[in-house]
Every structure is written in structure tokens, then in C-alpha cells.
């Protein structure tokens, strides 16, 4: 049975490859994408389970991502946890109409904590 997939969007490779690593030690498959466009393109592909999503990407931000897989049929059920470090949770679970507890600020997130919600995004109870 293959593992469950977390795609993560993630314009920092510095940030992008300790999350991979936090993935992986967590048991999932990891595809990781630097711009907006490009985790697009993944997302359609891969089918994932989870999209980690930056909102400050170098071409199109978070919301346009976020909006542009939710418009297409196989993009409506993905489980999207959206990663900030400049913008208050409120306003983007507000912007995406997302509950509060699927956004995450980056400098205050911690890794077990970040693995506890991958969890239950992709196994909810």
C-alpha cells in the first residue's frame, strides 16, 4: 500500500527541506514545490493527500494557489494547511475561508505539532 503523499509549497529551500525531512520521519511521501505555478502542476499530477502551502510564493501567492486547486474538480477534496510567517492567522483563514486551525504560523510552529496536524488532516477521526 503506498504511503500517503504531502506536497508542500514552499518558496524557502531552507524551510522546504527541514519540512521534507519532518515529513518523511513522519512515514509520508514528500514532493516539494518553490513557486506557485509549480505546485499547481504537482497537485494536479501527484493527487496528494495534504498541500503544505506558503502563502509567499515568488509568482502567485497562497490564495491564488489555494483558489486555483479548489476550482478544479480534482482539486475540491485536497486537505490544504496553509504556512504563514508574515500575515495574521485570522485574516488568512478569513481570505481562504479556512477554520483557524488549518493555518499555521511559521516562526511559532513547532515540528511536533506541525506532524500532529498532518496527521489528522490525512487520517481524521
Do not use: H
Request: hydrophobic residues 40%; contains cysteine; glycine residues 4%.
Amino acid at each position: 500500500m503506498p504511503k500517503p503523499l504531502v506536497l508542500i509549497i514552499e518558496d524557502s529551500t531552507y524551510l522546504s527541506e527541514s519540512l521534507k525531512d519532518l515529513v518523511k520521519i513522519a512515514g509520508y511521501d514528500v514532493e516539494v514545490a518553490t513557486t506557485g505555478r509549480e505546485g499547481i502542476l504537482l497537485a494536479k499530477d501527484k493527487q496528494p493527500n495534504l498541500i503544505l502551502l506558503d502563502i509567499r510564493l515568488p509568482d502567485i501567492d497562497g490564495y491564488e494557489v489555494y483558489n486555483e486547486i479548489k476550482s478544479n474538480q480534482w482539486g475540491k477534496a485536497l486537505n490544504v494547511v496553509v504556512l504563514t510567517a508574515s500575515e495574521s492567522i485570522e485574516t488568512v483563514a478569513k481570505e481562504m475561508n479556512l477554520p483557524v486551525e488549518k493555518i499555521l504560523f511559521k516562526p511559532r510552529c513547532d515540528a511536533s505539532y506541525l506532524i500532529e496536524r498532518i496527521k489528522q488532516e490525512i487520517n481524521p477521526i
